[in-house]
């Protein structure tokens, strides 16, 4: 009897330390598998962040590429002016021979055009990378959506215009052989040069049709780029927060841009302008409430009407052709009137 509880004893001794063993087991395995877990996490860590970095990176790279949009757009703009300009001088027919004589560089260049390259190549990596970006750029992504396809708009006419500028040039250049002469300071090829663009209504026609496609379509889409460009350069600062005392107005102003000229609502400035092509100027509202403005007509008429949300910039095709003028509105009574020459932007304060 003895010798059995003695086995029994020593059985339930080895049983016991068979059961710490399991337990010390588990327990090692459970240490080991808590080390991966939290190495896998730390690594997920260091890759998100290291992502974040790389972000925020390019980011900085796409202040830069909207920088140097802005400044294109800016330039071409100008460029624009002058092409209309000069269109309407010779509409109106104002044009003399000594005129051109003067600047024939800007007379008969009349099929020239200026390409402009716009940037977006961390447009579209940050676009692509959509779902990673963090949140506080998750509502920039349509605006910068919508900068993309005024890019590639403004690249589509810019071919447009480069296609016929190229038959033009090739279809006048084999119709007359003088019609280039004149850069190899041919007297005579410039002489019949200038009476050609002078007196041929055809090819006044024609010289007509192309500046329109470019300062309708080409031009256009490039102050629509730059409206998107702006507002997008505006939020990634906002976002970033790194200089908190810059105003909207600093900077817009720091792009080099000029505000609408201010009138008061008795000042009537509903004369005819000299700039008769669409643009897309830059509007902004820095106030609490949403804005109304109207369109106004060279008779001072008003058209139809325009809300700015607070904080915003207007993202919609406004353009500035036929209705020049701007008439900010209190309770439906006029409070101020803008008007666009050469101007850049209008700020609601």
């Known amino acids: 009897m003895i010798k059995f509880f003695r086995r029994i004893r020593q059985q339930l001794l080895t049983e016991n330390k ?68 000069v269109r309407t001088l010779f509409n109106e027919n104002k044009v003399t021979r000594e005129m051109i004589l003067a600047s024939p560089s800007l007379f008969l260049r009349d099929f020239g055009t200026s390409t402009k390259k716009f940037l977006d190549d961390r447009l579209i990596e940050i676009i692509a990378l959509e779902k990673q970006i963090p949140s506080k750029y998750a509502d920039l992504i349509p605006e910068l959506k919508l900068l993309k396809s005024r890019i590639d708009e403004r690249r589509f006419w810019e071919s447009k215009a480069l296609d016929l500028s190229e038959r033009k040039v090739e279809e006048y250049t084999n119709k007359f052989p003088w019609y280039y002469n004149f850069e190899l300071n041919d007297s005579l090829a410039f002489k ?10 055809i090819y006044r026609n024609n010289v007509n049709y192309y500046t329109r496609l470019q300062l309708e379509e080409n031009v256009w889409y490039a102050s629509l780029l730059r409206t998107s460009s702006v507002a997008a350069l505006w939020q990634i600062k906002q ?28 000042d009537k400035p509903y004369e005819v302008n000299e700039i008769y092509f669409r643009r897309n100027i830059i509007i902004y509202n820095d106030t609490n409430d949403t804005i109304t403005y109207y369109k106004i007509d060279e008779l001072g008429k008003r058209l139809n009407p325009v809300k700015v949300s607070p904080y915003k910039f207007l993202l919609t095709k406004e353009d500035m052709m036929n209705n020049r003028f701007i008439e900010l509105t209190i309770d439906n009574q006029c409070s101020k009137v803008f008007k666009q020459n050469k101007e850049d932007y209008l700020l609601f304060e």
């Not at 890759?47 to 294109?72: D, G, M, P, W, Y």
């Open 192 to 201: 019949k040069h200038i009476q050609h663009r002078l007196t041929d209504t």
């Open 239 to 266: 976002i970033k927060s790194l200089d908190k005392t810059l105003t909207i107005k600093q900077f817009l102003n720091d792009l080099n841009l000029e505000p609408l000229t201010e009138y008061a609502c008795t």
């Open 18 to 85: 068979f059961s710490k063993y399991l337990l010390y087991a588990i327990g090692e395995i459970v240490l080991v598998v808590v080390g991966i877990l939290i190495a896998l996490q730390i690594n997920i860590w260091n890759e998100k962040r290291k992502i974040s970095n790389e972000i925020e990176n390019v980011f900085t790279l796409l202040e830069q590429e909207l920088k140097a949009n802005i400044n294109q757009s800016n330039n071409f703009l100008k460029y624009g002016y002058r092409k209309d300009s």
